[in-house]
């Protein structure tokens, strides 16, 4: 103990000798698959034993330092995220470990350089807001696959490929999946032209296009409205109208726009104006293409989603393969029912079904709130080895049918007691899809009364959409009992 605190005092002798050599901004390059170097700046402000800052994610987003702290002549901080950060003075350079979570770490080595290296670029103004015109498309929520939640910055060509060829032989693609969307991480930088090129993960983006429509299926693909994506990759900022274009000629039919480091450029009111300008150019980009926004809800996008022609919005920030998570997220989003119709969708995020997070029972539950929501339906999990269980949920096709259904309705919550909730939506044809949810951690008994549904009398018919039969509709209703975290999921004509 003596020794461990000589050592600390010696420390803060060393840095109150030197009481700014940490003080600067420093950049650190960070080698990623597919040849690509990212770039992280730490912008520190030291007095004495004191460190303030910030640290420029990928050069794309700022995050304030938190909980620093000296540990002898190491400098100790934290940022969102849960990534931890320790830097070490060597000589003109830092010696920086990134502690990701509870395992993963890196070593790195820093090097200074001039404060505004680490600015924002230059804000390129913004045409005035007009409505465009709707393109059409994803009249019913859009299906498919996406790559970041389970695959993230390991998706390249070749996975791509071997999804696609899943989708076809697991009978996903003849329950209506469509579409295989590359999320982040495919993209290197730009060509003496300014033309957006792949990294080496994906050497031939046309070739890989052409493939996927031989198999029956779309293309999506991913960037940001800021100069740099989520993950630290080129962005379309200032490129917009040359980046659909290329697009296009390279047959994709799928955009996922992600704001992330356009919110170092812009403000929130911003949101609209960004991203109708990617809008007006996919619609002169000669293909058709389903445009995702990804802002994570902000700024109230379902009230203006439709004036940049968008198909589908995020309504909440990212999901993670957990209960809690899934829950928080697909429970509430009762209140944006009224903005959702054929071609323009609220989306809760993306299925995490068979990732492992979650038991089978919480994963249908999963499934069925997201299809009583209209939601798109984008499985996030590798399709080449999932489990038969897994495929069950997902190529349920009396379920999908209710997300499907051409009213285009979303559900809404229509009762909550004791951790009992149930919720309907709308089918054409006068139908109605019940979902009974027990939000509780133990089983628990349900009742349903057809008053509760607006009925005056039983319905002609029920039918358990899980269980796949029909059922004797009671003169007063439904009962039983349905496991923790679990779901009952009726349709009621």
């Known amino acids: 103990m003596k020794k461990t605190l000589v050592a600390a005092f010696l420390g803060l002798l060393l840095i109150s000798a030197n009481a700014a050599v940490l003080d600067g901004t420093w950049r650190i390059d960070q080698a990623r698959r597919g040849g690509v170097t990212l770039h992280t700046f730490?912008?520190?402000?030291?007095?004495?034993?004191?460190?303030?800052?910030?640290?420029?994610?990928?050069?794309?987003?700022?995050?304030?330092?938190?909980?620093?702290?000296?540990?002898?002549?190491?400098?100790?901080?934290?940022?969102?995220?849960?990534?931890?950060?320790?830097?070490?003075?060597?000589?003109?350079?830092?010696?920086?470990?990134?502690?990701y979570g509870a395992k993963d770490r890196e070593e790195a080595s820093a090097v200074r350089v001039a404060e505004t290296d680490a600015n924002p670029p230059a804000v390129i103004p913004l045409a005035a807001l007009e409505v465009v015109p709707a393109n059409g498309l994803a009249q019913t929520p859009p299906m498919g696959w996406n790559s970041w939640n389970h695959f993230g910055d390991k998706v390249d060509d070749a996975t791509v490929r071997e999804t696609a060829d899943?989708?076809?032989?697991?009978?996903?693609?003849?329950?209506?999946?469509?579409?295989?969307?590359?999320?982040?991480?495919?993209?290197?930088?730009?060509?003496?032209?300014?033309?957006?090129?792949?990294?080496?993960?994906?050497?031939?983006?046309?070739?890989?296009?052409?493939?996927?429509?031989?198999?029956?299926?779309?293309?999506?693909?991913?960037?940001?409205?800021?100069?740099?994506?989520?993950?630290?990759?080129?962005?379309s900022y200032g490129h917009e109208e040359q980046d659909a274009k290329t697009f296009a000629e390279w047959g994709i039919d799928y955009l996922k726009y992600d704001w992330c480091s356009a919110g170092r450029i812009y403000q929130d009111s911003d949101l609209q104006a960004a991203y109708q300008k990617m809008s007006q150019a996919l619609a002169r980009c000669g293909r058709p293409i389903v445009y995702s926004l990804c802002e994570y809800g902000m700024g109230d996008v379902w009230t203006w989603g439709p004036k940049v022609a968008a198909n589908l919005w995020r309504t909440t920030g990212d999901i993670q393969d957990n209960w809690k998570s899934m829950a928080d997220i697909g429970f509430n989003q009762n209140r944006l029912a009224p903005y959702a119709g054929p071609g323009h969708w609220n989306d809760p995020d993306m299925l995490e079904i068979g990732n492992g997070g979650m038991n089978n029972t919480e994963y249908r539950t999963h499934f069925s709130l997201w299809c009583l929501l209209a939601a798109p339906l984008m499985a996030g999990n590798d399709l080449r080895t999932m489990s038969a269980a897994t495929l069950k949920i997902l190529n349920n096709r009396e379920v999908?049918?209710?997300?499907?259904?051409?009213?285009?309705?979303?559900?809404?919550?229509?009762?909550?007691?004791?951790?009992?909730?149930?919720w309907t939506k709308p089918l054409a044809g006068g139908s109605q899809a019940v979902g009974v949810f027990n939000r509780n951690d133990?089983?628990?008994?349900?009742?349903?009364?057809?008053?509760?549904?607006?009925?005056s009398a039983a319905p002609k018919a029920l039918r358990d959409a899980w269980q796949h039969r029909d059922l004797e509709p009671a003169a007063g209703g439904w009962n039983g009992r349905i496991p923790a975290h679990g779901v009952v999921l009726l349709i009621v004509k």
């Not at 969102?80 to 350079?93: A, C, I, L, N, Q």
């Not at 999908?400 to 149930?422: C, M």
């Not at 009742?447 to 009925?455: H, N, R, S, Y």
């Open 42 to 99: 730490l912008v520190l402000r030291q007095k004495g034993t004191e460190l303030a800052g910030k640290v420029v994610v990928n050069d794309g987003v700022d995050l304030p330092l938190r909980k620093a702290h000296f540990e002898g002549p190491d400098a100790v901080f934290s940022i969102d995220w849960g990534t931890d950060y320790r830097v070490h003075p060597e000589g003109d350079k830092l010696r920086v470990t990134i502690i």
């Open 166 to 235: 899943a989708m076809v032989r697991s009978g996903m693609a003849a329950a209506g999946y469509v579409f295989i969307n590359i999320d982040d991480t495919w993209e290197n930088g730009r060509d003496a032209k300014g033309n957006l090129v792949p990294n080496t993960k994906f050497p031939d983006m046309k070739a890989l296009a052409d493939y996927v429509h031989s198999r029956g299926l779309k293309l999506g693909i991913y960037s940001s409205p800021g100069p740099v994506t989520c993950a630290g990759y080129e962005g």
């Open 400 to 422: 999908i049918a209710i997300d499907q259904d051409p009213l285009g309705k979303q559900g809404e919550r229509r009762e909550e007691r004791e951790g009992i909730e149930i």
């Open 442 to 455: 133990q089983e628990s008994p349900a009742t349903l009364t057809w008053a509760q549904l607006g009925l």
